[in-house]
């Protein structure tokens, strides 16, 4: 059987025998033997691209954004043109980086005036102003302080007092009464109260009172009862006492005199603790007493947190122990009555890191110095 013949020459015979119509080979189907080998072209290939074709799923093409960008760099023969990374700077002719050090004058030029190291004042500053700089801040912002906190530390009353004291006219500097407390001074120089000068204040002092029931923790009292200051040793500086005791209330009085002192050791905000041993008449559980913790509003008025416990008890008389930071006006008694139990006698025992101990009623113990100093840093 001769063989069919095409442009190209004689075409051989399928391997299987098979023939298409007219004598041509037969595609295979997809399920055939061949199936995997794609047909031949009888077309020319070309080298050249197609330009409708698509570039292939996941592939990304990137055009030019301009003339200048995709013309390749210029260089030696032969040698590649640089490529950029994805993320990296173009080239400039700057450095990267650049030091701060400005650039060493040429040599012979006149070098500007002034010390090696020394900088360069601002733009209109004066002398004065660039040496107020560089003695530093605060002296610009500690001008004084006002004149109620200076004759508080200095002993002489406590803020309050000295405000009510210049309302009185009682104060005068240089001869001129005050009559604001607003007063900013540096110094106590000049300062008078009651016509008598003040001196400088002194190192802060700290004496512990067992005050004794019967006595009234104030200077002097309108109706002629006893106060502190009727018991105290009369070599005694000029003290203030911190906080008040009841009149029947007895137990640890701390004497200072610093003002200053006796505001940060009253002030609920330094958690200075209170310590008190109330002995109570009536029925009450730990439970109750347990509840204080969160703290306690009684008529309108909010107390803080009250760490309380239960001592002891002997027969419908129980001790309890109450600790807290407040120290409002008869706070204990009112929590205490609140909870229905009756107050026959209440004894501070314990204020800060200072205690009661074994003294003796009416007895004054002071405080070292150094043991002072180390408490008033825990309240800074």
Do not use: C
């Amino acid at each position: 059987m001769a063989n069919a013949t095409g442009p190209r020459g004689p075409r051989r015979p399928p391997r299987n025998g098979a023939t298409g119509p007219a004598g041509g080979r037969r595609r295979p189907s997809a399920d055939g033997p061949d199936a995997r080998k794609p047909a031949r072209s009888d077309k020319p290939r070309s080298d050249k691209p197609r330009s409708d074709a698509r570039p292939p799923a996941g592939s990304e093409t990137r055009r030019p954004a301009d003339k200048a960008e995709a013309r390749p760099a210029t260089g030696k023969p032969g040698q590649r043109p640089a490529t950029r990374k994805p993320g990296a700077r173009p080239a400039t002719d700057k450095p990267a980086f650049s030091s701060s050090r400005p650039a060493r004058p040429p040599r012979g030029a006149a070098r500007p005036a002034g010390k090696p190291g020394e900088r360069k004042p601002r733009d209109g500053a004066s002398e004065g102003d660039r040496a107020e700089t560089r003695t530093g801040d605060h002296k610009a912002d500690h001008k004084g302080d006002r004149i109620a906190k200076l004759l508080a530390r200095a002993g002489i009353a406590s803020r309050r007092d000295i405000e009510r004291m210049i309302g009185e006219g009682r104060i005068a500097l240089d001869g001129t009464v005050l009559t604001t407390p607003a007063t900013i001074l540096t110094s106590l120089r000049g300062v008078t109260v009651d016509g008598n000068p003040v001196q400088e204040p002194t190192p802060a002092r700290l004496f512990l009172f067992h005050k004794p029931t019967g006595l009234l923790t104030t200077a002097k009292d309108p109706a002629g009862r006893p106060t502190i200051y009727d018991r105290l040793p009369k070599d005694l500086p000029r003290v203030m006492p911190v906080g008040r005791l009841d009149l029947n209330t007895e137990g640890l009085l701390l004497l200072t005199t610093d003002g200053e002192l006796k505001r940060q050791l009253e002030l609920p905000a330094t958690g200075v603790e209170r310590t008190y041993r109330a002995r109570v008449f009536g029925e009450v559980s730990q439970a109750q007493l347990e509840d204080l913790i969160e703290g306690v509003q009684i008529e309108g008025m909010r107390y803080g947190r009250i760490d309380a416990n239960l001592e002891r008890r002997t027969g419908r008389n129980q001790w309890v122990e109450m600790t807290l930071t407040e120290g409002k006006n008869r706070e204990v008694r009112r929590v205490l009555e609140h909870l229905g139990l009756r107050v026959s006698r209440l004894i501070r025992t314990r204020y800060g890191p200072f205690v009661l101990g074994d003294s003796q009623p009416g007895e004054v113990v002071e405080v070292r110095r150094v043991d002072l100093v180390k408490f008033r840093k825990t309240l800074d």
